[in-house]
């Protein structure tokens, strides 16, 4: 089966850097995906993640650890516009793709 | 490049009726999602399609959910009959890569079917 935890809501500063993790524990595994999801809209792709380390994007960056079952998403400089819910997804056997419930982060002024 | 589109995009119907949703991936993508998203949870996946056979549907209920995909392009979701619990916001997504290409399979989804079922 699949099981992905991450933190249910966060709250975090403008311009300060927010982390957010995830465990997960799954049968069979291919990578690990970051979604932003803004309030009433459709996930958007942050980022994929098959070896192990960090891989950076611009002001985002998503790091895994395979043999712990471990991600995160480092989100730098925040801004008001990055409120919005950060699922982590597992690509397992497949390509079946199963999602974490989300974490729901605020940036406040 | 046009996403993917679903329609439509609001429904209100009782319980107990029918409904159908659908959905066109982008073109050329061979994986098609159907998830549903209640307020508050991460999308849940209820059927993945691989060109227009079925990979996974072990999460569907499949005793008032079914799902097609003719011809390996557009898919259609229906609901008979409906229940309260079913209001959700309806996803559905495709991506290009095709099981066994080793690539990463990035999905792209289109806004949803928002469905209250009173």
């Given at each position: 089966g699949q099981n992905i935890d991450q933190p249910t809501e966060m709250t975090a500063t403008e311009g300060a850097i927010v982390q957010i993790n995830c465990t997960y524990q799954t049968s069979g595994f291919n990578g690990l995906f970051w979604y932003q999801q803004h309030a009433g809209e459709a996930p958007t792709f942050l980022s994929y993640n098959v070896l192990d380390g960090l891989e950076e994007k611009g002001r985002f960056s998503s790091f895994l650890s395979r043999s712990k079952g471990y991600s995160y998403l480092l989100l730098k400089e925040l801004q008001m516009k990055d409120s919005a819910s950060y699922l982590c997804a597992v690509s397992g056997g497949y390509q079946k793709v199963t999602f974490g419930t989300g974490t729901k982060l605020q940036v406040i002024p | 490049e046009a996403g993917v589109a679903q329609s439509p995009r609001y429904k209100i119907i009782e319980k107990r009726q029918s409904v159908a949703f659908w959905c066109n991936p982008i073109s050329g993508h061979a994986t098609l999602y159907w998830?549903?998203?209640?307020?508050?949870?991460?999308?849940?996946?209820?059927?993945?399609?691989?060109?227009?056979?079925?990979?996974?549907?072990?999460?569907?209920?499949?005793?008032?959910?079914?799902?097609?995909?003719?011809?390996?392009?557009?898919?259609?979701?229906?609901?008979?009959?409906?229940?309260?619990?079913d209001s959700a916001v309806y996803l559905c997504a495709s991506s290009l890569d095709e099981i066994g290409r080793g690539a990463h399979n990035e999905q792209f989804f289109g806004p949803g079917t928002r469905l209250t079922v009173l």
């Open positions: - | 998830y549903q998203q209640i307020l508050g949870q991460g999308p849940k996946l209820l059927i993945q399609f691989q060109n227009n056979g079925v990979v996974d549907d072990s999460q569907l209920p499949k005793d008032r959910f079914s799902a097609e995909r003719l011809k390996g392009v557009d898919s259609t979701l229906k609901i008979q009959p409906a229940k309260l619990e």
